[in-house]
């Protein structure tokens, strides 16, 4: 995240039940320069991602009403990056088809969770020039 580059993430939604920890992953993201949308359940969020602009999501898996595999999927078929921190056995979030590199336990550094989205963003497309 270099000063006067735009980024290619600019607004984040972050899914997470625990207050504290929303506002900690939402006072990290902010202070990175990106827009964050905060929700506390999947309708919720699978409503944001209706109608609001994401660019980028941080999600605990398991919140007030249940796994958030259905927003992971509208996630993929968007397009849209996202990371997985959550205090869930990372085997649980595997059978779900979410894989381990996708995945950081808490607590974490909501910084870097949102570096290695944007890496994903900034990587260069498989199969391209070296």
Known sequence: M?????????????????VFISMDAAD??????VNVIT??????ALEILESEHVSGAILDFKVRDGAVTPIVQRLR???????IVSGSAIREIEE?????EL???KP????KVLVSIMNDVNAPPPGGQH
Do not use: H, M
């Open 2 to 18: 270099r000063p006067g580059q735009p980024l290619a993430i600019d607004t984040i939604l972050i899914v997470e039940d625990d």
């Open 28 to 33: 990290a993201v902010a202070r990175a320069g």
């Open 39 to 44: 929700t506390e359940t999947v309708r919720d």
């Open 77 to 83: 078929r968007s397009g849209i990056p996202f990371r």
């Open 96 to 100: 779900n088809g979410i894989p381990p």
């Open 103 to 105: 995945c950081a336990p």
């Open 108 to 111: 974490a550094d909501y910084r």
